[in-house]
């Protein structure tokens, strides 16, 4: 378990990171090429980073912060355990599925997309709060992370190319590696030429035809409504790509070549995606925050 010392350093020290993180990172990557110019300086100035790895450098601090006993709380918040079952029935009931005591990754979206409109909080807590948000939706777009199945396929054991590892993290972590030829214990370079990639395949490639619809259930003024619809979304593909032949066909199974390929481009397109709709996401709040001020502002102090 990682201190939180180490989750600081960690945090401040992005090159040094070399577990987990991929998808996010790209995600964070992703978005920050489809933000508009306000949004990009509200949040360096939020984030306290003038670079182009303002929202990159924070993507995987939630994970981080998790292992800590400070934060140890909001470890519920990163899923939805949907009470399914893939693959005849997906779906996610916000009501049975989001638990009333430690809340979910809908609900959690909700509450810090609420505390970045928030001008009355600190600095500090709307930083937190965009960290949270920048996080929770590369997690909505994992579809175990929409799945109650064995914790989200954490008790299925698979081997990935020889190697063993839980279902969950060849979907967190061993299709999107693989995806890009490995990344060589340098996640944020790898992350920002795939992001850059992806990001000309929305604009004028294979997703520039269907990126259009996945705005459309965007809606600012209701953040359930919004991120449930997204989990809806990650949830079915539970039942198609995930388990298309249950949880029994895979276990103990080599995962690495026949799934892999029907696995990858859905990985792909979850990330494409999820960092397009991070991106419009943001807009919308630092939008909806330059309506509500008088004054003409484009910082955080400013609002
Ligand atoms: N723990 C319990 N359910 C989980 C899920 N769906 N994803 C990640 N962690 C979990
Ligand atoms: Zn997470
Ligand atoms: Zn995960």
Not at 86 to 94: F, L, T
Not at 127 to 144: E, S
Not at 265 to 282: H, T
Request: glycine share 8%.
């Amino acid at each position: 378990m990682r201190s939180s010392t180490l989750a600081v350093s960690v945090a401040a020290l992005p090159g040094a990171l070399a577990w987990g993180g991929f998808g996010h990172i790209t995600v964070a990557y992703i978005a920050s090429n489809f933000v508009s110019s306000d949004t990009t300086s509200y949040l360096q100035t939020l984030l306290r980073n003038d670079t182009g790895d303002y929202l990159a450098g924070v993507a995987t601090w939630a994970d981080s912060a998790r292992y800590s006993k400070w934060w140890r709380w909001t470890g519920g918040f990163h899923y939805i355990d949907a009470k399914d079952s893939p693959p005849s029935y997906c779906g996610i009931d916000y009501e049975r599925d989001c638990k009333k005591d430690q809340g979910c990754v809908v609900s959690a979206m909700h509450n810090y997309t609420t505390r970045l409109l928030d001008t009355e909080l600190s600095l500090y807590e709307r930083a937190v709060a965009a960290k949270f948000v920048i996080h929770f939706v590369g997690d909505i777009h994992q579809p175990l992370h929409t799945e109650d199945v064995e914790r989200g396929g954490n008790g299925i054991h698979v081997t990935f190319d020889g190697a063993n590892f839980n279902l969950h993290h060849v979907w967190d972590t061993s299709i999107a590696e693989k995806l890009v030829g490995g990344i060589h214990r340098k996640p944020y370079p790898y992350a920002k030429k795939w992001a850059d990639e992806l990001t000309k395949e929305i604009k004028v490639g294979k997703y520039s035809s269907g990126s259009a619809n996945w705005l459309k259930n965007t809606n600012i003024s209701d953040p359930v409504s919004t991120a449930l619809a997204w989990a809806i979304e990650g949830n079915a593909l539970v039942c198609t790509t995930v388990l298309p032949e249950g949880a029994e066909a895979i276990r103990n199974q080599e995962l690495g070549s026949d799934y892999y390929e029907k696995a990858a481009p859905v990985v792909e397109a979850q990330i494409a995606k999820a960092g397009y709709r991070l991106a419009a996401w943001l807009d919308l709040i630092v939008a909806s925050l330059k309506t509500r001020s008088s004054s003409p502002a484009s910082t955080p102090g400013d609002l």
